[in-house]
């Protein structure tokens, strides 16, 4: 047995600009299915691992078929690489028939390498371990997604660090209408920490000194500002509903 592509699987080819970030593999990704988020999450770390590791294709919602049988199922994501592939499984139940029934056709598969699962929590690495899912030779059950989360949103948690100055926003904000000076700054905050927060702004690569001793905002911060404030506004939103309902 072994497996292949329908010719509709390259209407789904991943490439690195779509997964520049996890808002942009959902958007190009979609949402057809109504799949939660969670789900998609899983699919943007099992193409993103494919795609790290080298494989020359690779495809999300993958329609396949296997042959001689010609059956037709949809792999979550998949990478073609010297002609054989690396498949991904995000929801596969330990306990549930439809995804055992795919397991053992990508186990017989001749030309399926291995088959990358990704559960969601910790505890169902233990419902696979108890599903003795580890005695299928190409079966390699990674970490939980939910354990990786940090990892992913490592630049974020210190841009909601950087949130939590008040002294920092007020240097961002003020640079956002025009570039300023340091005697501006040391009105404006603490100067004894007014070095410091430059050097933080400066390595998180959201100012830039124009000239010397005046400083804007880089391209990179104005694209955080403009982010933050649709967040903020967003945010107020959803609360004025949540309050209305």
């Known amino acids: 047995m072994y ?32 799949e939660s988020e969670l ?67 990508l186990e017989q598969s001749s030309n399926v390498e291995a088959i990358w699962i990704y559960p969601l929590l910790s505890i169902n690495r233990e419902a696979y371990r108890k599903a003795r899912l580890q005695d299928r030779r190409k079966v390699k059950v990674e970490g939980a997604i939910l354990d990786r989360l940090e990892e992913f949103f490592e630049g974020a948690l210190e841009a909601l660090d950087l949130f939590e100055s008040s002294a920092r926003m007020r240097m961002l904000f003020a640079m956002w209408d025009s570039p300023k000076d340091k005697r501006f700054f040391r009105e404006l905050v603490n100067p004894k920490l007014l070095y410091e927060n430059l050097e933080i ?45």
Do not use: H
């Open 3 to 34: 497996m292949e592509l329908e010719p509709t699987a390259k209407n789904r080819r991943a490439e690195p600009q779509n997964i520049s970030s996890f808002e942009a593999f959902k958007e190009w990704a979609g949402t057809e299915r109504n």
């Open 39 to 105: 789900l998609i999450f899983q699919k943007y770390y099992g193409v993103r691992e494919l795609l790290k590791a080298g494989l020359e294709e690779v495809y999300v919602d993958a329609p396949v078929r296997f042959l001689p049988d010609d059956l037709k199922r949809f792999i979550d994501a998949c990478g073609v690489g010297r002609k054989k592939f690396i498949t991904v499984l995000c929801s596969a139940g330990a306990q549930e028939e439809r995804s055992k029934e795919l397991l053992d056709l």
């Open 201 to 245: 702004l400066q390595r998180m690569n959201l100012i830039q000194e124009v000239s010397s001793g005046v400083y804007g905002l880089s391209e990179c911060g104005e694209n955080l500002m403009r982010e933050y404030l649709y967040f903020l506004d967003k945010l107020r939103r959803t609360i004025r509903d949540l309050q209305q309902t």
